[in-house]
């Protein structure tokens, strides 16, 4: 296996009778953006859990920087960055001190911490808010913040899950132009959306529905398989005959 | 009216999804009920006593076996000097001790008589009195065996009478208490924090976008919890009545009726609550930490209002669950009429209407 | 362990960020000392006895007399019928009704004994049972006075009747005030509370706001995580114990007799199994209302049943051997016999192995319970 960032075989989670994510697989290449799509419930979020080391797969194989779900846990989590959708950084810290948080977590060297940290707020412009309690910034800062925390300690990989929710077009597309810088320097990023559009910015992406891989491809391939303008019209055609859509 | 029903049936979805809340809501005055029912108790038995016996004559132990079958104590190791009674004091074993002296059984007929030694564990002052009252009782008792030729003393004998409660159970002033802290927690406590929660979630504003009116969402907000708590009542009382054998002597009718209005006294408090505050946790620590600690302790039923200072029983007039609990006594268990409530009945009904009037307001003022 | 430092740093600072916390930290022992103990009073004064004297005689007097001076009782009432002095404990006004029946005097000295009755309003609960007991004593003391009694004890009888003088001492608390009893009880009461409530409520608040997922990701460890939110807190529940044992102190002039080094090395061990309870809880709720209600109850079966207001000794056996099955019971009785009787860490050993056991027990079962993955 040559050094891809994720490999993945029949990787199954069951719940009793129900197959959250019914053998999957895919492999994902290093320093590419790979975007994970689906509706509500379709098991993006199940399958990516366990690529986290999260949760513990019911069947299958996956290798996530060369590291077993099963058995590597704890250095998968050394190796990765994660962001969810609830952001998750500490309200009542400040941005520095969340920084220093996660950084020190990740085993930064104290030197690194402050190089790094004094980067991030200026490329960020946030340096009049660096010693502000992060409950007092408006969303879209928030979520910018926490995904260059989610970097910072340029991990191998970085697991963003749904992060763009909630936030306005303008600000979705700074984030995105994030991402690109990301990938840029080398960090693969894994990244779920419901957003058709974002799905434009993926180097590829796959499309989950009811726990089933059903298309894996880059968006223009795909949008000439089904013959369609937009992603969202590819979506439609792939979930159509869903049986689990939304929550 | 049919949106409001709909409105209340989303509400009580909301209650009926949170099992755990649910159970201990339930759970809490039953396991109350069975504490105080069956294992709490103020009475004073089989607490350790220890004896040294310095004289080990007959007497001496015809005293001894006598307390040693009497269920108020529970005779320990006996001691064989002053160090070690002091070391099963400090061990936590005894909380008496008994000495006998030597030739305490050649003493008994000389002039001076014997003398015996009691000692009290003053920690805890009434436990010490009621012990000593129990060996004094018992030693007569034993003198009154030795001189049975001697003209019996002149004696005056109370009679005792429990009334309300002939059969002597327990502890029955704790269930009204119980009954007004459960209402306290549900009613109050919940009520602001469903309240609260929504303000939290940002649904509150979709709420007053709708058609409603404003009060018909705290209403709608605040009738599962009426539900609820009215299930509990009815728990409590059939738990009283058939495991604790308490007699309902009043009108039940006008048991709920005032149980009734004491629930929306309640409601009203954490709808009050509710809008003086935008998180749960703050709303929660108020109503929970604020109200339940005056509550147990200003209400009466743990301890007596009247030997408290000034300060605290003026505290106690204006707590709502105070005059509860008067008027849950007095219909329940002494099973008196309105005559004898309608006082405290007024109060309550001015507190709810005041309390109400000022939630809404609150609220109203906050729409602005 | 480089990464303990940080998670303990950020503990740290969000602990003083939070305003409730701190409030809970510094003002609560203060206020629960200073007002619970004046309100937590089980003494026996100004039990309101009213009397319905059908005999007005010399004797019925000098009960009367006695029983009003006797410090306990307030002589509230003089109904002239037993159903008015019913109606006076119907309305709230009387907790006793003593009735002396007419030739009331007459009796006794002609035949020995008269009973008189007492009527308990037993609703009232622990004042009106305990000013019935009093009551009774203050009868049996009287008896003795009777002159009609002395008068006998100094007929020459047949043989010299045995005679026994008791001695009373009071140990511990010579002035029996209540509350050299209650402060105690109260201060564990208080390190209870900062150890079971906040640490679940602190942990179940980043369940629900989601920062426990982030720290999953992470490669920060499960009994990093625990001790991560046990330390901090551990050190926030001794401040408590301290500012609570210096209030004590400074408010009630209580200082322990017995060894303080005892009593933290029994405190650190208690709050370790408080906190494990904590966290324990904080692995059964996914709410801060359900922690808070869960561990309401918690709190409340436990104080109901360690002694802190009753005896465990009066207990029925099941409820003995299940006080004995909550930590709180056995701190109490610990925490009351070091202050009070300055008991030695040998003496109280055998509470110090339960308490060792509950840390375990408690800690052990919230680790196996909090599992990041799953």
């Not at chain 3, 009387?94 to 007492?118: H, T, W, Y």
């Not at chain 3, 105690?184 to 980043?206: C, D, H, M, R, S």
């Not at chain 3, 051997?321 to 202050?339: A, C, D, E, Q």
Request: charged share 20%; aromatic share 12%.
């Amino acid at each position: 296996m040559e050094n891809k960032a994720i490999i993945c075989r029949d990787l199954t989670k069951q719940f009793g009778d129900f197959k959250a994510v019914d053998s999957i697989s895919f492999d994902v290449d290093q320093g590419e953006i790979f975007g994970f799509l689906g509706a509500n419930g379709a098991g993006k979020t199940t399958a990516m859990r366990i690529l986290c080391g999260l949760s513990y797969p019911t069947s299958g194989t996956a290798l996530v920087a060369g590291f077993n779900v099963y058995k590597q846990q704890e250095q998968i989590k050394k190796n990765i960055g994660y962001m969810s959708q609830k952001f998750s950084l500490y309200d009542n810290l400040t941005i520095l001190e969340n920084i220093e948080f996660y950084g020190g977590v990740y085993g930064v060297s104290r030197k690194d911490i402050k190089t790094r940290s004094t980067e991030l707020v200026s490329t960020l412009g946030l340096e009049n808010e660096a010693k502000k309690l992060v409950g007092s910034l408006p969303l879209g800062w928030k979520q910018k913040l926490a995904f260059s925390v989610a970097v910072f300690h340029r991990p191998k990989i970085v697991f963003l899950d749904e992060p763009t929710g909630g936030v306005d077009p303008i600000t979705r597309r700074q984030f995105w132009d994030m991402i690109y810088q990301a990938a840029a320097d080398g960090i693969t990023v894994f990244v779920t959306t419901h957003y058709m559009d974002e799905a434009e910015y993926c180097n590829r992406i796959s499309v989950m529905v009811d726990g089933r891989v059903e298309a894996m491809d880059t968006p223009s391939n795909l949008k000439k398989k089904f013959n369609t303008h937009s992603m969202d019209d590819v979506f439609y055609e792939l979930a159509r005959g869903a049986k689990r859509s939304g929550d | 009216m049919k949106q409001l029903f709909v409105f209340i049936r989303k509400e009580f979805y909301h209650v009926f999804r949170d099992r755990r809340t649910l159970l201990i809501l339930f759970g809490m005055p039953i396991v109350q009920i069975i504490l105080f029912g069956y294992a709490l108790s103020s009475e004073v038995k089989n607490i350790g006593i220890t004896v040294l016996d310095n004289s080990h004559d007959i007497q001496s132990e015809q005293i001894i076996s006598k307390i040693q079958s009497s269920s108020y104590f529970q005779m320990q190791e006996p001691s064989l000097n002053y160090p070690d009674i002091e070391r099963q004091f400090r061990e936590g074993n005894i909380k008496c001790a008994v000495i006998f002296p030597v030739n305490f059984g050649a003493d008994l007929y000389t002039t001076n008589g014997a003398q015996i030694r009691i000692i009290a564990d003053a920690s805890d002052p009434n436990t010490a009195t009621i012990l000593t009252n129990y060996l004094n009782a018992m030693i007569a008792d034993y003198l009154q065996q030795l001189n049975p030729n001697i003209q019996p003393s002149y004696q005056i004998i109370p009679e005792m009478r429990q009334l309300y409660n002939e059969e002597q159970n327990g502890s029955l002033n704790f269930i009204p208490g119980v009954i007004a802290l459960i209402f306290m927690i549900v009613s109050t406590a919940l009520t602001s924090v469903a309240v609260v929660r929504e303000k939290e979630l940002g649904t509150m504003e979709i709420l007053l976008v709708s058609p409603f009116k404003p009060v018909m969402v705290l209403v709608a907000k605040a009738i599962p919890y009426l539900v609820l708590s009215l299930v509990n009542f009815i728990i409590i009382l059939l738990l009283s009545v058939y495991l604790l054998d308490v007699e309902i002597r009043g009108s039940l009718v006008l048991l709920f009726a005032e149980s009734i209005l004491f629930i929306i006294t309640c409601l009203s408090l954490g709808l009050l609550i509710s809008n003086v505050t935008n998180s749960q946790q703050t709303a929660m620590l108020i109503s929970m930490m604020g109200m339940m600690l005056p509550t147990l302790l200003l209400t009466g039923f743990m301890f007596p209002v009247e030997n408290m200072p000034i300060v605290f029983q003026v505290i106690s007039r204006i707590l709502p669950s105070r005059y509860y609990y008067d008027i849950v006594k007095a219909v329940m268990l002494k099973g008196l009429g309105f005559r004898y409530v309608w006082k405290e009945t007024l109060i309550l009904l001015i507190m709810s209407v005041g309390l109400l009037a000022l939630a809404l307001k609150k609220f109203k003022i906050r729409l602005s | 362990m480089r990464i303990m430092i940080f998670i303990l740093r950020k503990e740290f600072r969000q602990i003083f960020r939070d305003k409730t916390i701190l409030a809970m930290m510094f003002v609560m022992p203060i206020v629960q000392l200073i007002i619970m103990p004046l309100a937590a009073n089980f003494e026996v004064k100004n039990v309101n006895v009213v009397y319905v004297d059908h005999d007005h005689s010399s004797y019925s007097q000098k009960l009367l007399h006695k029983i009003a001076s006797s410090g306990y009782f307030k002589l509230a009432g003089n109904p002239d019928s037993y159903k008015k002095g019913l109606k006076m404990i119907e309305e709230g006004n009387a907790d006793l009704v003593l009735e002396i029946p007419p030739g009331f005097e007459r009796s006794l000295v002609r035949e020995g004994s008269q009973k008189v009755n007492l009527s308990v309003d037993a609703i009232n609960g622990t004042k009106s049972a305990l000013g019935g007991s009093y009551l009774r004593s203050v009868i049996n003391d009287f008896n003795s006075s009777l002159d009609v009694n002395i008068k006998l004890s100094f007929r020459k009888p047949d043989h010299t009747p045995a005679k026994i003088i008791i001695k009373e001492t009071n140990w511990y608390n010579p002035r029996a005030e209540y509350k050299y009893y209650m402060v105690p009880g109260i201060l564990v009461l208080l390190l209870t509370l900062i150890g079971g409530f906040i640490t679940a409520l602190n942990i179940v608040k980043e369940k629900e706001i989601g920062t426990i997922e982030q720290i999953n990701v992470t490669p920060i460890k499960k009994w990093q995580f625990i001790l991560g939110k046990l330390i901090p807190f551990w050190i926030v529940g001794m401040t408590v114990f301290t500012i609570g044992l210096i209030v004590m102190y400074v408010i009630y002039g209580i200082f322990p007799e017995g060894s303080l080094l005892t009593l933290y090395v029994f405190a650190a061990v208690y709050l370790i199994a408080l906190l494990g309870l904590g966290l324990l809880i904080s692995t059964f709720a996914d709410t801060q209302l359900q922690a808070m209600f869960i561990a309401y109850f918690f709190m409340m079966v436990f104080m109901l049943m360690s002694g802190f207001f009753t005896n465990t000794e009066s207990m029925p056996d099941w409820a003995r051997k299940m006080s004995n099955l909550t930590p709180v019971t056995h701190f109490i009785k610990v925490v009351r016999l070091i202050v009070l009787k300055g008991s030695s860490f040998y003496e109280v050993r055998t509470e110090f192995f339960y308490l060792i056991g509950f840390a375990v027990l408690l800690n052990g079962l919230a680790i196996y319970n909090y599992r990041k993955t799953n």
